[in-house]
């Protein structure tokens, strides 16, 4: 069993920053792939970014060269490090780990980008 708490979501203008972090119960260095998702109101949920132990992390296209992905697996946490915010960048964040077959996700934190 695996339990994510996300959090470091926020109010930000565009142009800010944010940090989000994923708070895994467990030891996440057996954890196949974790990653962020984000959903915007009405629309389906999609990757934002995601990554192996061994890989750097791959990146949805409007994410590239303003997020980066990064774990930490002596803290057993997943961190989103995001620049350069834009209002369509809105929506509930989730964390996701893929494990020994079986997905988890956390509860979500809502980042807003609005002036």
């Known amino acids: 069993q695996l339990q994510l708490v996300e959090s470091g979501g926020g109010l930000v203008q565009p142009g800010g920053s944010l940090r989000l972090s994923c708070a895994a119960s467990?030891?996440?260095?057996?954890?196949?792939?974790m990653g962020w998702y984000r959903q915007a109101p009405g629309k389906q949920r999609e990757l934002v970014a995601s990554m192996s132990k061994d890989d750097s992390g791959n990146y949805a296209d409007s994410a590239k060269g303003r997020f980066t992905i990064s774990r930490d697996n002596a803290k057993n946490l997943l961190y989103l490090q995001m620049n350069n915010l834009k209002p369509e960048d809105t929506g509930v964040y989730y964390c996701?780990?893929?494990?020994?077959?079986?997905?988890?996700w956390g509860q979500g934190t809502q980042v807003t980008v609005s002036s």
């Open positions: 467990g030891n996440i260095f057996s954890v196949d792939r």
């Open positions: 996701r780990a893929t494990m020994t077959g079986r997905l988890y």
